[in-house]
């Protein structure tokens, strides 16, 4: 089955670049969606179709996808950013959804 | 406001039955395709069941399949996972949840609060 690789922790200081990387084969041939989850609370989508962003989520996280890595990238990061964030995307050859290992990102 | 709401959680021992429900408003219930995703304690999220707008078409992860039968009642906005031969293992927060009005492929935009099921004897 397919398997997303994300790293389990990131961090970052206040204001500074968070890049969180989903590891896949060939996974700019899919759909990539990225979840923020809080502690506590259900998950959130901020990305959907590897770089669109729903209604309501700022400007400052986007995405992108080339070759075997699709990226989260969080700009001026904040404290409110703290989360554990997952990639998803939908496996048409095993018809399963499938969701990454998850990152970890703490602000310093 | 689009809203989920699960129920059904609980305590079961291992080998033993549980139903959860998921109730929609807000949105056109029997339009839409339908998840239930699972979140085990201090893990990852687990995509666990589909099904279609019409219920013509059901996957299923795995590990669940053949325990577990998704269904829904577009009647009653209301989707349900039958949980049978219950394990250790399929203790988690399980989550109903749909893509909503987006126009994205095989997202989930919409969630529920979650419900609890705990497998234990």
């Known amino acids: 089955s397919y398997v997303l690789t994300q790293p389990p922790s990131v961090s970052v200081a206040p204001g500074q670049t968070a890049r969180i990387t989903c590891g896949g084969n060939?996974?700019?041939?899919?759909?990539v969606h990225w979840y923020q989850q809080k502690a506590g609370l259900a998950p959130v989508l901020v990305v959907d179709?590897?770089?669109d962003r729903p209604s309501g989520i700022p400007e400052r996280i986007s995405g992108s996808s080339s070759g075997n890595t699709a990226t989260l990238t969080i700009s001026r990061v904040e404290a409110g950013d703290e989360a554990d964030y997952y990639c998803?995307?939908?496996?048409?050859?095993?018809?399963?959804?499938?969701f990454g290992t998850g990152t970890k990102v703490t602000v310093l | 406001e689009v809203q989920l709401v699960e129920s059904g959680g609980g305590l079961v021992q291992p080998g033993g039955s549980l139903r959860l429900s998921c109730v929609a408003s807000?949105?056109?219930?029997?339009?839409?395709?339908m998840n239930w995703v699972r979140q085990a304690p201090g893990k990852g999220l687990e995509w666990v069941s589909y099904i279609s707008s019409s219920s013509s078409t059901r996957y299923y992860t795995d590990s669940v399949q053949g325990r577990f039968t998704i269904s829904r009642d577009n009647a009653k906005n209301s989707l349900f996972l039958q949980m049978d031969s219950l394990r250790d293992e399929d203790t988690a927060v399980y989550y109903c949840?749909?893509?909503?009005?987006?126009?994205?492929?095989?997202?989930?935009?919409?969630w529920g609060q979650g419900t609890t099921v705990t497998v234990s004897s």
């Open positions: 179709d590897d770089r």
């Open positions: 998803q995307l939908w496996d048409s050859s095993s018809y399963q959804y499938v």
């Open positions: 807000e949105f056109t219930f029997s339009a839409s395709n």
């Open positions: 060939n996974i700019a041939t899919n759909s």
């Open positions: 949840a749909t893509k909503g009005r987006t126009t994205c492929s095989w997202c989930m935009a919409v």
